[in-house]
């Protein structure tokens, strides 16, 4: 991972916090713009029904979020170090506030696409849940017609329903 925390022993060496945050937002760009791509394959294979090919994807979307994970750990790492150094440690973006000039400004651009590509991701995994719970309803009645044999079983019959009325509440209740 790029960022190196900074060793409690030598808390007091100063971390270049424009670099080290750069190279998480960096990174974080890098992995959410694959991680974007993974989710649009994997959803068109799930409408194609492509099983080896989701399986494919499975192998590579496992591998991005293992990457996410470690990023994750580096962010906190930063963050961590940035609040030793009585710096705003609360996100990235407050890090990116702090610096100066043209990479500033590049910082912050960086910070606000990352922060609108996350939500981009969660929508995107959202279709992708809608799309499997689809599927496993279709399996669900595809089951319960095998199960029954085609026949339709009514929920609320019972033996000689015809003398019971048939409805809900009884008429001579």
């Excluded at 494919?56 to 990023?71: F, K, N, S, V, W």
């Amino acid at each position: 991972m790029p960022f190196t925390p900074v060793d409690d022993a030598l808390e007091t060496s100063t971390v270049d916090w424009e670099a080290s945050t750069a190279e998480v937002l960096q990174e974080l760009t890098s992995v959410q713009d694959e991680l974007i791509e993974v989710l649009g394959t994997k959803r068109s294979q799930m409408v194609a029904r492509d099983i080896p090919g989701m399986e494919a994807t499975q192998l590579r979307e496992l591998d991005l979020i293992q990457r996410l994970e470690q990023l994750r750990d580096a962010r906190h790492d930063l963050l961590l170090s940035a609040q030793k150094q009585g710096l705003p440690g609360d996100s990235i973006e407050s890090l990116a506030v702090l610096a100066d000039g043209a990479e500033g400004e590049k910082l912050r651009e960086i910070a606000s696409t990352a922060k609108q590509r996350m939500r981009t991701i969660q929508n995107e995994t959202l279709v992708n849940f809608v799309l499997a719970q689809r599927s496993v309803l279709h399996l669900s009645q595809i089951l319960q017609i095998i199960a029954t044999g085609g026949k339709l079983q009514p929920t609320y019959e019972q033996e000689n329903s015809a003398h019971q009325g048939g409805t809900l509440v009884d008429h001579e209740a």
